[in-house]
């Protein structure tokens, strides 16, 4: 891959990473969101932010449902094309309507700042980058709020979508730890 352009290596790499994803989705079992659950359980009454699934992300929404009876649960909100994301407070149950990229959003926008976030995420690497949908929404997003304060970055995918290696640059934001379906990795980051 080393002759592809930074965007053709991640082309490639997204392509092979939702075959996996896929896969994964289709083959789940019940209770995926387990580990999220007991991960948000540390952090009641923190500001959080989910995201509402589409396609074969894995779903958060329990663990957000969980988190919503302690304290402010919110979902991202698409701004325009390079801005970073604005959140908006979700609680089950309440009226939705479909906005850009196929994502449902709240039908009333009440927005907050999250100080922990689950990201969706194509693939990761044990060191704890990931590879998104190519937007960088969520890179400028964790850009913007580190610059303000300490913000915790929580991946979400199913333990298929690690890879040992992705196309990164400068851009790209680490995450702060990776819940899958089975286990927990967290990893140090002196520079927040």
């Known amino acids: 891959m080393a002759s592809l352009t930074m965007t053709q290596q991640k082309v490639v790499a997204r392509k092979a990473a939702f075959a996996r994803r896929k896969a994964a989705f289709d ?13 948000l359980a540390g952090y009641r009454s923190v500001p959080l932010a989910g995201y509402l699934p589409i396609k074969t992300e894995l779903d958060p929404r329990p663990a957000m449902a969980e988190a919503a009876a302690y304290g402010v649960v919110s979902v991202p909100i698409v701004i325009g094309d390079g801005q970073p994301l604005k959140f908006a407070v979700w609680e089950p149950d309440m009226a939705l309507q479909k906005a850009e990229f196929g994502v ?3 039908a009333k926008l009440n927005f907050v700042t999250p100080e922990v976030i689950v990201i969706p995420l194509v ?7 990931r590879l998104g949908y190519g937007g960088g929404f969520y890179d400028r997003t ?5 610059q303000e304060r300490p913000v ?9 979508q690690e890879t040992a290696d992705l196309p990164l640059e400068d851009t790209d934001q ?12 967290s990893f140090s980051r002196l520079s927040r």
């Open 152 to 160: 915790l970055a929580i991946g979400f995918a199913f333990d298929e």
């Open 27 to 39: 083959a789940q079992l019940p209770g995926a969101a387990g580990k999220l659950s007991e991960v």
């Open 174 to 185: 680490p995450l702060d730890m990776i819940v899958t379906q089975s286990r927990v990795l």
């Open 104 to 106: 449902e959003i709240p």
């Open 142 to 146: 964790l850009a913007a709020l580190r």
């Open 123 to 129: 693939a990761f690497t044990p060191q704890g980058m």
